[in-house]
């Protein structure tokens, strides 16, 4: 009987365990500083790409931040402006869309490059995510 017990008493902890785990990694997937709703990694694009998203207003200066695309050896192809469409004098997620014209690169793979903006040019404030994209 106690074995019993105790059974059900570490099957019950363990769901607990894994449902702990399970929602707090979803808050953290999204509570990140740059959300990217199109492209979707190892999308396929061509020009023009339009981009869509949702940045934390801290990645913002003047309602903008910049975009760059690079081919798959790291040159660039192009750079763009994220706009902020809503108040961005927030912490909180703000929509953003971009539209990025470029010519096609002889490589097939390539990066997004979402650069917060930084109007201090101190080192300790740059921040970068990286979306990986592959060219049509």
């Known amino acids: 009987m106690i074995r019993k017990a105790v059974l059900i008493a570490l099957v019950i902890l363990a769901v607990a365990v894994a449902l702990f785990i399970f929602l707090n990694n979803k808050i953290l997937c999204c509570a ?41 050896r790291g040159t660039l192809l192009a ?9 961005w004098m927030t912490e909180d997620l703000v929509p953003f869309n971009a539209k990025i014209e470029f010519t096609m690169p002889s490589s097939t793979k390539g990066v997004l490059v979402f650069k917060k903006d930084n ?14 994209v592959r060219f049509k």
């Not at 694009?45 to 690079?70: C, M, Y």
């Not at 040019?121 to 921040?127: F, H, S, V």
Request: hydrophobic share 45%.
């Open 32 to 72: 990140g500083p740059v959300v990217v709703f199109n492209p979707t990694p190892n999308a396929v694009i061509s020009s023009p790409i339009l981009i869509s998203g949702q940045a934390r207003g801290f990645w913002f200066f003047e309602a903008s931040f910049p975009v760059k695309l690079l081919d798959g």
């Open 79 to 87: 750079i763009g402006i994220a706009q902020a469409d809503g108040d």
């Open 119 to 132: 109007p201090s040019g101190l080192p300790q404030n740059d921040a970068e995510i990286r979306v990986p």
